[in-house]
């Protein structure tokens, strides 16, 4: 292995995580499950922020690079990777990351990796059943019913 310090980095570590889910749920589905449960049993600011911030949060199957670096933090722990809070890696260095770590992306039929969304063009990284996904070729339409549905 490369003397690269991104091999033994917690990107990696997680992206690791995320490709052994293959096609059950992945990390961040059972992440916002743990997340929620943890909320219902405690009290205090912690529990009541996270009980108001989940109703808005959805799990999906695939993200961009700038959703999911600031849920990368709260991986890393969720994992037991560090106790620490870390502050989340600019959007276009995690891109590379996960390019580097091969996590795979959801492919278009116009034979791109990119979807609009919010007006712009987008990559997204499939993090939950990752065997599905990479088989899958979707439309614009199909992504959106995937995404809004």
């Excluded at 059972?30 to 109703?55: C, F, I, M, Y």
Aim: with cysteine.
């Amino acid at each position: 292995m490369s003397k690269n310090p991104f091999w033994s980095s917690h990107t990696y570590t997680i992206i690791k995580a995320m490709k052994m889910c293959g096609n059950s749920q992945g990390i961040v589905s059972q992440w916002v499950g743990k997340a929620k449960r943890w909320s219902e049993v405690n009290t205090g600011p912690d529990a009541d922020a996270l009980k108001a911030w989940l109703p808005l949060w959805r799990a999906r199957p695939f993200y961009t690079a700038a959703e999911l670096a600031p849920m990368f933090p709260a991986l890393a722990i969720g994992l037991k990777l560090t106790s620490r809070w870390q502050a989340p890696k600019h959007p276009a260095r995690l891109r590379n990351e996960l390019i580097m770590g091969d996590l795979p992306r959801l492919q278009n039929t116009d034979g791109t990796l990119e979807f609009i969304q919010d007006g712009k063009f987008q990559e997204f990284f499939i993090v939950d059943r990752i065997g599905h996904w990479k088989k899958q070729v979707l439309t614009q339409e199909e992504f959106e019913n995937v995404v809004f549905n």
